[in-house]
């Protein structure tokens, strides 16, 4: 399910609310299962681009190629001084917003 609208439309509101973190002042919120929000802010660690895409998961590092072409990041760690063992700094404060996405 996905909630749209324009700028000011109660879509925070909405999912606030189902969430409980407003108090419903009238009516109901009912859920037949949990409820599961990914906001649109990317979570990068302070660690490498590479530590960064694989989770510390060295079982997938066979599909990290992979990843990187989908996610269109070759030109972007070909950009980067250490490649793939470049180190992100906090919050990954050296990455544009849209490389910390496609990270």
């Known amino acids: ?47 490498t681009v590479r530590s960064n895409i694989l989770f510390f998961d060295e079982e997938r590092a066979a599909d990290l190629q992979d990843v990187i072409r989908c996610c269109q990041l070759e030109a972007d760690v070909a950009q980067l001084s250490g ?10 404060v050296n990455l544009s917003g849209g490389q910390k996405a496609r990270v």
């Open 1 to 47: 399910t996905m909630g749209s609208g324009g700028t000011g439309s109660g879509k925070w509101t909405m999912l606030g609310s189902m969430m409980g973190e407003y108090d419903v002042q009238s009516g109901e919120v009912w859920a037949e299962r949990s409820i599961a929000y990914v906001p649109q802010q990317a979570w990068i660690m302070n660690a």
């Open 83 to 92: 490649g793939l063992e470049t180190e992100i700094g906090e919050n990954g």
